[in-house]
């Protein structure tokens, strides 16, 4: 098809290709300009790349080499977590971390650690004595010779923070649509014509957030000066509770491949364990295998001696568009106004609010009029928050309720109410799968993983989306598969 000789269905000022964190995070931030912009989604939600399964960091800023914009971005970033937490309510904590050493190489690696983040502008720094670190964390390993710690260490939920994005970018007039997979790119005089086969869009400026598939978008408009390297990364989750022990983000020493194994609390009490670091051919393998997890286990333990494999209760893979110029690719590639966010690997959820403040400033300069909305609204409410469980005996009766009734148990391993998943389903951004629910209320996150709330959000799903079942999206990963590579794992740990 010609798309610049055919009618474009939708005509805005600004197209931007993704709806990851990085997607989300720039059309949020210009929702507040009288702009119509459209944002283009391949998958049927939004988070449903790498921003749904990251290690949930929001780095200190002391890893990213100074003078590069992971360096900079990530520390302009981090500072603007605790507004954003206040405007948007998706969940964040500054827990601080401690990077640990277990050798002389190790503390010179701490140093130089201390002397690049001081450069990025990192405050409180701080090498830590063995009996210093394990007051912090006593779940420690003992034979540790002294720890990097860094107070302005944060944790974030990835993709509940991406989901707050795209539901205050929507909420101020941002146009997204979700099963829109960008297939081709023309451009005709100073108008680009994006078709996704279903639909064709035209706008002057087109913003490329396709995080992994990055490159092959760009290609599409003949953008495209650098590669990308799809990076598996694989993980371990603990179930709710498990966190008590380790309250902090506890990293072992960066290696050439990345941080490295790292042990984290999440903001819902969970422990998350991983990732490893394995170059894929193809940016949609999130396979996981046993063999891989009993190593990334095996890893975290030199941290934390005291995991326990049977608390494990889900394993994922995240992809990491590691870019070929070993920085962020953020600029306006050689066909004009065709902006791309390339290499977007991390520290890029700690960087995306920082990444949009830059792209917004690449807009000015380019000579973009951006002008305030009077009606910009920055507030977005929470649909569930963090908190204790209560007591399984105490909610059967609960579970026993009727539909229709907001105190109806949905999911009882995780307490989810009926009102949290109407909530959920109500909030202008269209859900028609069981993990986009869950993503959002926690329905399916617990140790059964759905096995008895997943019919149950069926059913909500049809009778307050209207759809039916052949079009409801199950849950992405096969729970006996999964058992299966969990117990072929556990088995590995005890050879
Ligand atoms: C294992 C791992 C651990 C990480 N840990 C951290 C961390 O702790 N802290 C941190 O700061 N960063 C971390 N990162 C980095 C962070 O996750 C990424 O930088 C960030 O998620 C990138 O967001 P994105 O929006 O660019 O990409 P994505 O989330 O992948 O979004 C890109 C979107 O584009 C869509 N898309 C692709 N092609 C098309 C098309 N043709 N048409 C329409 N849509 C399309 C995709 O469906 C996808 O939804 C980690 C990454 C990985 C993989």
């Given at each position: 098809?010609?798309?610049?000789n055919s009618?474009?269905?939708h005509?805005?000022?600004?197209?931007i290709?993704?709806?990851?964190?990085?997607?989300?995070?720039v059309?949020?931030?210009l929702s507040r300009?009288n702009l119509n912009i459209l944002?283009?989604?391949?998958?049927?939600?939004?988070?449903s790349?790498?921003?749904?399964?990251n290690?949930?960091i929001?780095?200190g800023g002391?890893t990213?080499?100074?003078?590069t914009l992971?360096?900079?971005?990530?520390?302009?970033g981090?500072r603007m977590?605790?507004?954003?937490?206040?405007e948007?309510?998706?969940?964040?904590?500054?827990?601080?971390?401690?990077v640990?050493?277990?050798?002389?190489?190790d503390i010179?690696?701490l140093?130089?650690?201390?002397?690049?983040?001081?450069?990025?502008?990192?405050?409180?720094?701080e090498?830590?004595?063995?009996?210093?670190?394990?007051s912090r964390c006593?779940s420690?390993?003992?034979?540790l010779l002294?720890?990097?710690?860094c107070?302005?260490t944060?944790?974030?939920s990835?993709?509940e923070?991406?989901?707050?994005?795209?539901?205050?970018a929507?909420?101020?007039?941002v146009?997204?649509?979700l099963?829109?997979?960008?297939?081709s790119?023309?451009?005709k005089?100073?108008?680009?014509?994006v078709?996704?086969?279903a639909?064709v869009?035209s706008a002057?400026l087109i913003?490329?957030?396709a995080g992994a598939?990055?490159g092959d978008v760009?290609?599409?408009?003949?953008?495209?000066?650098?590669?990308?390297h799809?990076?598996k990364?694989?993980y371990?989750?603990?179930r709710r509770?498990?966190?008590?022990?380790?309250?902090?983000v506890?990293?072992q020493?960066p290696?050439?491949m990345?941080?490295?194994?790292l042990v984290?609390p999440?903001?819902?009490g969970?422990?998350?364990?991983g990732?490893?670091?394995?170059?894929?051919?193809d940016?949609?393998d999130?396979?996981?295998?046993p063999e891989?997890?009993a190593?990334?286990f095996?890893?975290a333990l030199r941290?934390v001696?005291?995991?326990?494999?049977?608390?494990v209760?889900r394993?994922?893979s995240?992809?990491?568009p590691?870019?070929?110029?070993?920085?962020?690719?953020?600029e306006?590639?050689s066909v004009s106004?065709?902006?791309?966010?390339?290499?977007i690997?991390?520290?890029g959820?700690?960087?995306?609010?920082?990444?949009?403040?830059?792209i917004e400033?690449?807009l000015?300069t380019?000579?973009l009029i951006?002008?305030e909305?009077q009606?910009?609204?920055?507030?977005?409410k929470a649909?569930?928050?963090?908190?204790?469980?209560?007591?399984p005996?105490?909610?059967t009766?609960?579970i026993?309720?009727?539909?229709?009734n907001p105190?109806?148990?949905?999911?009882?391993?995780?307490?989810?109410p009926?009102?949290v998943?109407?909530?959920?389903l109500?909030?202008?951004l269209?859900?028609?799968s069981?993990?986009?629910?869950?993503r959002?209320t926690?329905?399916?996150?617990?140790?059964?993983?759905?096995?008895f709330c997943g019919?149950?959000?069926k059913?909500y799903?049809?009778?307050?989306c209207?759809l039916d079942?052949?079009?409801?999206i199950g849950?992405?990963r096969d729970?006996?598969e999964?058992k299966?590579?969990?117990?072929e794992?556990?088995?590995?740990?005890k050879e």
């Amino acid at each position: 098809m010609n798309k610049a000789n055919s009618s474009p269905v939708h005509n805005a000022d600004i197209i931007i290709i993704g709806a990851g964190v990085i997607g989300c995070s720039v059309a949020r931030r210009l929702s507040r300009y009288n702009l119509n912009i459209l944002l283009l989604e391949a998958a049927d939600d939004v988070a449903s790349g790498a921003s749904k399964a990251n290690s949930g960091i929001v780095h200190g800023g002391y890893t990213a080499k100074a003078g590069t914009l992971k360096g900079e971005l990530s520390i302009r970033g981090n500072r603007m977590f605790d507004q954003l937490e206040e405007e948007l309510a998706f969940g964040f904590k500054r827990t601080g971390s401690l990077v640990l050493a277990f050798d002389k190489k190790d503390i010179f690696t701490l140093e130089k650690l201390v002397d690049n983040g001081k450069q990025n502008g990192v405050e409180g720094l701080e090498i830590l004595s063995p009996e210093e670190a394990l007051s912090r964390c006593p779940s420690l390993n003992t034979d540790l010779l002294g720890a990097l710690y860094c107070p302005e260490t944060g944790i974030v939920s990835p993709y509940e923070f991406t989901i707050a994005l795209a539901e205050n970018a929507v909420h101020n007039g941002v146009s997204l649509h979700l099963d829109t997979k960008v297939i081709s790119i023309e451009k005709k005089d100073s108008l680009f014509y994006v078709d996704s086969g279903a639909s064709v869009f035209s706008a002057p400026l087109i913003i490329n957030a396709a995080g992994a598939s990055s490159g092959d978008v760009a290609a599409m408009a003949g953008a495209d000066n650098f590669t990308i390297h799809p990076r598996k990364g694989q993980y371990l989750l603990f179930r709710r509770g498990s966190a008590e022990s380790v309250e902090t983000v506890i990293f072992q020493p960066p290696t050439e491949m990345g941080k490295g194994i790292l042990v984290t609390p999440t903001v819902w009490g969970n422990l998350l364990v991983g990732p490893d670091a394995r170059e894929v051919n193809d940016p949609g393998d999130l396979g996981t295998d046993p063999e891989s997890l009993a190593a990334v286990f095996k890893t975290a333990l030199r941290s934390v001696p005291g995991l326990d494999a049977s608390k494990v209760i889900r394993i994922f893979s995240g992809i990491r568009p590691t870019g070929d110029r070993g920085d962020f690719i953020i600029e306006e590639s050689s066909v004009s106004g065709f902006i791309n966010l390339g290499g977007i690997e991390s520290p890029g959820l700690t960087s995306s609010p920082a990444i949009a403040l830059k792209i917004e400033d690449i807009l000015k300069t380019r000579g973009l009029i951006l002008r305030e909305k009077q009606n910009y609204d920055p507030v977005r409410k929470a649909i569930c928050r963090p908190g204790p469980l209560a007591d399984p005996r105490d909610i059967t009766e609960n579970i026993k309720l009727e539909y229709g009734n907001p105190d109806r148990m949905v999911c009882r391993c995780e307490q989810v109410p009926e009102r949290v998943i109407l909530d959920a389903l109500n909030r202008g951004l269209p859900i028609r799968s069981l993990d986009a629910v869950k993503r959002r209320t926690r329905a399916g996150m617990g140790p059964c993983q759905g096995q008895f709330c997943g019919s149950r959000v069926k059913e909500y799903l049809q009778n307050e989306c209207g759809l039916d079942d052949s079009t409801i999206i199950g849950h992405s990963r096969d729970r006996q598969e999964m058992k299966r590579i969990l117990d072929e794992m556990r088995s590995l740990l005890k050879e």
